[in-house]
T-cell receptor
């Protein structure tokens, strides 16, 4: 059974039209990550939430925002998508505790196309 | 910042052959992870390594955490067509849980 679920699997939006991607998890992990992955490249970290604490990567454009209303859900908002934002967006979760970090578990991604 | 060098970039092998790929870093990592990604899907964790020198197997896969903590390798024995995909190494260092990814090794297997 899928434990990190991303919806939709494929999303098409128009240039400049806001779009929201969603991620949910059944693992009760306290950390959720958003990555951008372009063709033939490694995943690039955009930001993550550790519980309710938001951690933005220094080179993540302001166009990208995130919300985590509860432990299970995390959203990626792209306010004004440009052609360069077409990519696979991956959500990952992780359990962090006082004893260390468990490996990250990934969803199957949302492939975003911009018209 | 920390960077990972993963090699080879791609491999074309015959079914039944063994495969070896590796990652090196200029800095020390506390954890090494190996993921496989199939087209259109998210990365799937294959092996996690937590101690220098650790050697761990998962079926036909074997990975080792280098003794210097700056490298790791992944071996696949007796490759089969479903081994096709992109293999990523990822390292974690310092006090953050964030991962640094290698650029991936694309594996093609000829039946």
């Amino acid at each position: 059974d899928a434990m990190v679920i991303q919806n939709p699997r494929y999303q098409v939006t128009q240039f400049g039209k806001p779009v929201t991607l969603s991620c949910s998890q059944t693992l009760n992990h306290n950390v959720m990550y958003w990555y951008q992955q372009k063709s033939s490249q490694a995943p690039k970290l955009l930001f993550h939430y550790y519980d309710k604490d938001f951690n933005n990567e220094a080179d993540t454009p302001d166009n990208f925002q995130s919300r985590r209303p509860n432990t299970s859900f995390c959203f990626l908002d792209i306010r004004s998508p440009g052609l360069g934002d077409a990519a696979m967006y991956l959500c990952a979760t992780q359990l962090r505790s006082g004893t260390g970090y468990q490996p990250q578990h990934f969803g199957d991604g949302t492939r975003l196309s911009i018209l | 910042g920390q960077q990972l060098n993963q090699s080879p970039q791609s491999m074309f092998i015959q079914e039944g052959e063994d495969v070896s790929m590796n990652c090196t870093s200029s800095s020390i990592f506390n954890t090494w992870l190996w993921y496989k990604q199939d087209p259109g899907e998210g990365p799937v964790l294959l092996i996690a390594l937590y101690k220098a020198g650790e050697l761990t197997s998962n079926g036909r896969l074997t990975a080792q955490f280098g003794i210097t903590r700056k490298d790791s390798f992944l071996n696949i024995s007796a490759s089969i067509p479903s081994d096709v995909g992109i293999y990523f190494c990822a390292g974690r260092g310092g006090s953050q849980g964030n991962l640094i990814f290698g650029k991936g090794t694309k594996l093609s297997v000829k039946p």
